[in-house]
């Protein structure tokens, strides 16, 4: 059928990511969960409130001295509160 994209009515959303270090960007056919897309765009918003209000959110750890975060790239970023 002309116009039709394969698989599309069985797996109807498209996920997106980008591999921030190349810009590569990988796009796949997923099932489509709308509790899972709320939930997710919810957290979007969440974040993106609190980013706004200088507020560090719960991450995986309490303090930035954790082993994983002492070794983490993007430590000084995360717990580093706007000026
Ligand atoms: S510094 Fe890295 S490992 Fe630690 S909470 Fe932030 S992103 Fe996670």
């Known amino acids: ?7 599309i009515s ?14 590569e ?5 997923v ?7 709320q939930r997710m765009s919810d957290r ?3 974040i993106l ?9 719960p991450r995986a750890a ?3 001295d954790f082993f994983e975060c002492r070794f983490c790239p993007w430590s000084e970023r995360c717990w580093r509160l706007p000026a």
């Not at 960007?25 to 056919?29: G, I, M, N, T, Y």
């Not at 099932?31 to 897309?37: C, E, K, N, P, R």
């Open 49 to 57: 409130q609190a980013t706004d209000a200088g507020e560090l959110l």
């Open 10 to 23: 069985a797996a109807p959303a498209l996920f997106t990511a980008i591999n921030k270090d190349t810009a």
């Open 62 to 64: 309490t303090t930035p």
């Open 31 to 37: 099932a489509f969960d709308a509790d899972l897309a």
């Open 25 to 29: 960007l990988h796009h796949e056919q």
């Open 44 to 46: 979007g918003v969440r």
């Open 1 to 7: 059928m002309e116009g039709t994209v394969p698989g």
